[in-house]
């Protein structure tokens, strides 16, 4: 099995920074793609960002110039960090990564996980 474990979310004042960290574990082969993405009451789940193990970036246009994503392929693990929040930033944020798991001797399965979702409040 995998599991993708988020950290990092809370409350922050308008202008404020956060950094959320996600690690995977698990019977893991090769990540492709970690990404992050929100959703906010009321709205559709949206990508923020994504990066591919060879670091090509790619950002939703409302937080382009703001957020950062990065990853650490050694520990399986993706950061968001997210500087000069929004009121509007407010959302659950959940990682996922796309990638070859569960391999046994019957062969890999190419998936998706999701993490458990992490909440992130911008105040003014």
């Known amino acids: 099995q995998v599991q993708l474990v988020e950290s990092g979310g809370g409350l922050v004042q308008a202008g404020g920074s956060l950094r959320l960290s996600c690690a995977a574990s698990?019977?893991?082969?090769?990540?492709?793609?970690m990404g992050w993405y929100r959703q906010a009451p009321g709205n559709q789940r949206e990508l923020v960002a994504i990066?591919?193990?060879?670091?090509?970036?790619n950002y939703a246009d409302s937080v382009r110039g703001r957020f950062t994503i990065s990853r650490d392929n050694a520990k399986n693990t993706v950061y968001l960090q997210m500087n000069s929040l929004k009121i509007e930033d407010t959302a659950v944020y959940y990682c996922?990564?796309?990638?070859?798991?569960?391999?046994?001797?019957?062969?890999?399965?190419?998936?998706?996980?999701w993490g458990q979702g992490t909440q992130v409040t911008v105040s003014s």
């Open positions: 996922s990564a796309e990638g070859i798991y569960n391999c046994s001797p019957n062969g890999c399965v190419r998936d998706d996980y």
């Open positions: 698990g019977n893991i082969f090769s990540i492709n793609a």
């Open positions: 990066v591919t193990r060879g670091g090509n970036r």
